[in-house]
Nanobody, 119 residues
Framework: QVQLVESGGGLVQAGGSLRLSCAASGRDFSINTMEWYVQAPRKQREVVATITSGGDTNYADSVKGRFTISRDNTKNTVYLQMNSLKPEDTAVYYC?????????????WGQGTQVTVSS
């Protein structure tokens, strides 16, 4: 009923920037929490950044000061601005949204987008 489509990944040099986007589409839903997760090679998927419906944000220590999560509620879209990228940021990035549909909450995941940072 809700689909999340990610975009914005790619290959960048260390110190560069990328902006990831994740747009939700569907009908008769509202979005509560939006999050970005990272899954590096040989690692578990971990939360990178969270933004609440009220705009409060939280970040993993590893990205604090470098990444910024934001949302555009008119577009049902969450963004992750990634600056000062490091090779260790190389991973697949997934967006996750908690949505309410007819009074019930569900989670949806994007398809993932690859971020590769070269040294």
């Amino acid at each position: 009923q809700v689909q999340l489509v990610e975009s914005g990944g790619g290959l960048v040099q260390a110190g560069g920037s990328l902006r990831l986007s994740c747009a939700a589409s569907g009908r008769d839903f509202s979005i509560n929490t939006m999050e970005w997760y990272v899954q590096a090679p040989r690692k578990q998927r971990e939360v990178v950044a969270t933004i609440t419906s009220g705009g409060d944000t939280n970040y993993a220590d590893s990205v604090k000061g470098r990444f910024t999560i934001s949302r555009d509620n008119t577009k049902n879209t969450v963004y992750l601005q990634m600056n000062s990228l490091k090779p260790e940021d190389t991973a697949v990035y997934y967006c996750r949204m908690v949505v309410t549909i007819r009074g019930y909450q569900y989670q949806y995941w994007g398809q993932g987008t690859q971020v590769t940072v070269s040294s």
